[in-house]
């Protein structure tokens, strides 16, 4: 196809600003939600004071919730279109109360231990809520852009190389910086310098969101007539006529679980494992690092290795990684680092590009009902992707109030600092076969997805000249 036919298809080419404009919001979002997601279990139980059990079972609490709110959220944003779009307005409305609601998660109010919790409660609750206003339309951009493969690779690409740009600040930065105004991070004493770094990075968070919002133009959406068709068990109706979809909602919760957990006990295992706090953001930074250099290349990786194969690749490497992690012992600082890498070089692929297949999904689905239901298809993604990081919560808090672990010592049993290093290796590389296997379901090929494309504009053409 030449550029007009292929833009008449859908098939739309992006300038390098739109792309990084695309990117942002979702760097945007790390900022906020995933500084969140990284430090608010050791926040909550080595500086607000509350018991790991406590926050283990908050934390799943919130997803039963998002079970609830997120097909309600997708049906709406399929249905209803805000003044500047179906959904790049919603990054606009939500920006700032997502901000302020990840700064209040991060205070610690003068109250007595139920207080406390009540208020952890509300805060964490309403911050999953709105987040979850914005991350289910902005997934959904991503195929309103259009409905080129490549196109979208290098979108992801993009997009997952500024995430890991904000990784690199989330887990260097937060800790370093918390160190910096409050000379610890893991005492009540800390409490002030964990606010004030927390604002700095919603601020940032809030600027990029909203030159997200204005950098990116919606060309591939739902036709009027077919949003106000759209209806809550649509949800249903997808999960049941759309297997790509089914399979990506159990390759996310099963990813993104693997890596909250992990990512969870690197500030534990530093400090108390190793014994140097100040180890924490060089550990963790490790994580992001490799994807800056790796990133770049991932449409090329596909084309060599294609979908599955650079899956596989990915998810081999980082299992070696992790049993590293797990094996060595922990005066061994630098093998200990290498492992660390190894792990962060093989998943930082698969991290980013499963949100790639998301538009294939939804392509699949348009084909296969008439229905281009982006919000709804995100989602129910979102859900399993929010479960998957309250793993990172839930799992951590069950297994450290159950092998011992007291925030109060300096110096943790032998039991305690087993569990740690479940949590940190172990368990993720028993997850890392898990998702193997699930990867192994996946069959939609990239010819299939443009036959399908073509077929449905044909279909929409024919409808506009009927």
């Known amino acids: 196809m030449n550029t007009k036919t292929s833009e008449a298809k859908g098939f739309y080419k992006l300038s390098w600003m739109e792309r990084i404009a695309f990117g942002s919001g979702d760097m945007a979002q790390n900022f906020i939600y995933q500084t969140v997601t990284t430090y608010l279990l050791f926040f909550y139980t080595n500086v607000y004071g509350l018991d790991p059990a406590f926050a283990a079972a908050m934390f799943l609490g919130v997803r039963i919730i998002d079970a609830i709110w997120d097909p309600i959220l997708g049906a709406l944003v399929d ?9 790049r307005g919603w990054m606009l409305i939500m920006a700032l109360p997502l901000t302020a609601l990840m700064v209040l998660c991060f205070v610690v109010p003068n109250f007595g231990k139920i207080g406390k919790e009540v208020y952890a409660c509300i805060t964490y609750v309403a911050l999953s809520m709105v987040y979850t206003t914005i991350n289910v339309p902005f997934g959904a951009l991503n195929a309103a852009l259009t409905r080129d493969q490549h196109e979208i690779t290098i979108l992801t690409t993009t997009r997952m190389w500024l995430v890991n740009v904000a990784q690199v600040a989330i887990t260097y930065g937060v800790p370093t910086i918390v160190i910096a105004f409050a000379g610890t991070m893991d005492t009540p004493e800390a409490r002030g310098g964990w606010l004030t770094t927390i604002i700095i990075y919603g601020v940032v968070g809030l600027g990029a969101l909203i030159f997200s919002f204005a950098g990116t133009k919606e060309r591939v959406v739902i036709s009027k007539e077919d949003s106000a068709k759209v209806k809550i068990t649509d949800l249903f109706a997808e999960i049941k006529r759309n297997p790509p979809l089914r399979i990506l909602s159990l390759v996310f919760i099963t990813a993104f679980g693997i890596m909250a957990i992990g990512n969870s006990a690197g500030t534990y295992f530093m400090k108390y494992n190793i014994g140097d706090e100040n180890l924490v953001g060089t550990y963790n930074v490790i994580s992001a690092l490799p994807a800056l250099i790796i ?8 084309n060599v290795f294609g979908k599955k194969g ?12 992790y049993v590293g992690l797990f094996l060595i012992p922990a005066n061994q600082v630098t093998l200990i680092f290498a492992a660390q890498s190894i792990r962060s070089i093989g998943f930082c692929v698969v991290g980013a590009f499963i949100w790639s297949l998301i538009p294939e999904a939804i392509t699949y689905g348009e084909w296969k009902s008439g229905k281009r239901i982006s919000g709804i298809a995100n989602a129910l993604i979102g859900f399993f992707f929010k479960f998957g990081l309250a793993l990172g919560g839930f799992v951590p808090g069950i297994i450290l109030s159950t092998t011992g672990f007291n925030a109060n010592l300096t110096v943790q049993a032998d039991s305690a600092l087993f569990g740690i290093r479940l949590i940190l290796a172990a368990i993720p590389a028993v997850l890392v076969l898990v998702l193997m296997y699930i990867v192994s379901f996946y069959n939609l090929t990239d010819e299939q997805l443009v036959e399908y494309g073509v077929e449905i504009e044909d279909r929409r053409q024919l409808e506009i000249k009927n």
């Open 310 to 321: 650079l899956l596989y690749l990915s998810l081999g490497i980082s299992f070696v990684g």
């Open 79 to 87: 249905k209803f279109s805000t003044h500047w779009g179906k959904y």
């Open 295 to 302: 990133l770049p290349f991932m449409p090329w990786l596909r």
